[in-house]
């Protein structure tokens, strides 16, 4: 029979699933570029958080760091298991080796063109960070898209905060070598420009339809509006700071806190380690 002190327990970690659950994915998806990957070490970090509970801190900061460092061992794991990787060299292959194909982006709806530009741009500069090595990665996105401070980031990773920046100012260079001769965003007179591309992105399996076959608009777009008057977002990091985060699998939450509160989860803390 649980305890008064079991049931405070419970629902602390449960507020904490609630109030995390959408960083922890986007930090993931963002490390792993695969959703199916994500969802999976996304629950697998909040077992393991479960499993430690007696080490989660009270600080709601140093709790989100600490769900953030589980994360990024999750993350080393599943990457290292499922050979996933990604370089400069296979993005240029998959998006600009081949011709552009116009037609396809003429042929499309105006809601249907819009998701797809929408995928589009996220994919791709999530596919960019990808290209870096993990360190690397986990030191931009822990940054630049999740906007922890360097000290936070660095205690996060468990390195010193000068080991830190290192890591973040090399991974900066290497996403902004990569971009600034290419991308629209950076500079309207570069080469790549993501409506011609949309075509050859969904022949490359890059991107994909709407599974319901109903295209369906964001309410916010990542970065610029094609037809409207904003201006490419020549600042590299601003465009990845406006990139909004990855819809989250409410699903997955909503049976992680069911299982938690039905004691599914009770052996896990029970368990060594």
Known sequence: MATGADLEGMQRFCDLVNDTFGLVY????????????AEVATRETYQRAWAGQAKLPSDPE????????IASHVAEQHLADAGVSISFRQLDETLRSEATRTDVSGALTGPERDF??????????????????LGERVAFVLSVIVGLSDDQAARTLGIKTSAYKVRLSRARQKVSDYLAPRCEH?????PCHCPSRIGVALHRGFIAPPPSGEAV?????????????????????AIYQSLPAPDPPLAVKDAILAEITAGQWDDLRRSPG
Do not use: H
């Not at 986007?26 to 990957?37: A, Q, S």
């Not at 999530?126 to 290209?131: D, E, L």
């Open 116 to 133: 797809l530009l929408w995928e589009l741009k996220q994919g791709c500069m999530t596919a960019v960070v990808n290209c870096l090595s």
């Open 217 to 237: 608009l964001r309410p916010t777009q990542p970065f610029g509006r094609y037809g409207g008057d904003d201006e490419p977002l020549r600042d590299i990091m």
């Open 26 to 37: 986007n930090l993931l998806y963002r490390l792993m570029l695969r959703r199916d990957l």
């Open 186 to 190: 950076v500079n309207p007179g570069n």
């Open 62 to 69: 140093d709790a989100r760091a600490w769900l953030f460092k």
